[in-house]
C-alpha cells in the first residue's frame, strides 16, 4: 500500500484523519477554509521563493526545484515536496507552512518522511531541511536525526496495520485541533 507523506504528518496529530481518509467511502475529501488558504499562500510563497536569494536558508548557492514528485515502493511512501535546493554539497528539503504557531513535531516528521525520500531518489543523504514559515518570513532549520527517522518507519508500520484491520483508533487528546477538522462530524464522542 502506497501511503502518502501528509499521512505521516497527521498520524501524531490525530491517527483519525489518516483512518477516515482510507476507509470512509467518500467521493471527495471534504475541504476546510484552512485547506483552501494555505494552498493559495504555498502558490504565493513559490512565486516569491522563485525572485529571493537563499540567504534565509543559510547558503549562498544551489538551484531550486519546485512541487517535486517523489515516490518510493521501497518505503510505500509517496508526496509532493514543496522544494528541493540543490548544491554541490548536499540536496536540502524545504516544505512551506502557512502557520503562525511554531513547528509542530508532526511538521518535523512531515519533513523527515520528505527527506527519506529525497535521499533515495537523489541517492545522497539527507541531514537536514527546512521549514518555511510564511507568515513570518523565516525558515527554520530542522536536522533530521536517527530517532526521527526511525519513528517514520514506525509509523508507517502503525498506518498500515491499523488499515489493514480496519481499527478506528481514538481521537487526539488535543481537543482543540478538532474544531477546524474537515472530519469533526465523524467523531461524536468528541462533542
Not at 52 to 67: D, K, M, P
Amino acid at each position: 500500500m502506497l501511503l502518502t507523506v501528509s499521512d505521516v504528518k497527521q498520524y501524531p496529530y490525530c491517527p483519525r484523519i489518516v483512518y477516515y481518509t482510507y476507509l470512509l467511502p467518500l467521493r471527495a475529501r471534504p475541504t476546510t477554509y484552512k485547506m483552501q488558504e494555505g494552498k493559495l499562500a504555498h502558490e504565493r510563497i513559490e512565486q516569491m521563493e522563485e525572485r529571493r536569494s537563499l540567504r534565509a536558508y543559510g547558503l549562498g548557492e544551489g538551484v531550486r526545484q519546485f512541487e517535486v514528485a517523489l515516490t518510493s515502493t521501497r518505503l510505500g511512501l509517496t508526496g509532493k515536496l514543496d522544494m528541493i535546493i540543490e548544491t554541490a554539497s548536499e540536496v536540502v528539503p524545504v516544505d512551506f507552512k502557512n502557520s503562525h504557531g511554531r513547528v509542530g513535531l508532526n511538521h518535523k516528521y512531515q519533513l523527515t518522511a520528505y527527506a527519506l525520500l529525497v535521499e533515495e531518489a537523489y541517492g545522497r543523504p539527507v541531514r537536514r531541511g527546512f521549514i518555511y514559515l510564511a507568515p513570518q518570513k523565516r525558515a527554520e532549520e530542522i536536522r533530521i536525526t536517527s530517532n526521527m527517522r526511525g519513528w517514520v518507519h514506525k509509523a508507517l508500520r502503525e498506518i498500515r496495520a491499523m488499515l489493514d484491520a480496519e481499527a478506528k483508533p481514538p481521537p487526539t487528546r488535543v481537543r482543540s485541533r478538532c474544531v477546524d477538522c474537515e472530519f469533526r462530524s465523524l467523531c461524536p464522542e468528541v462533542w
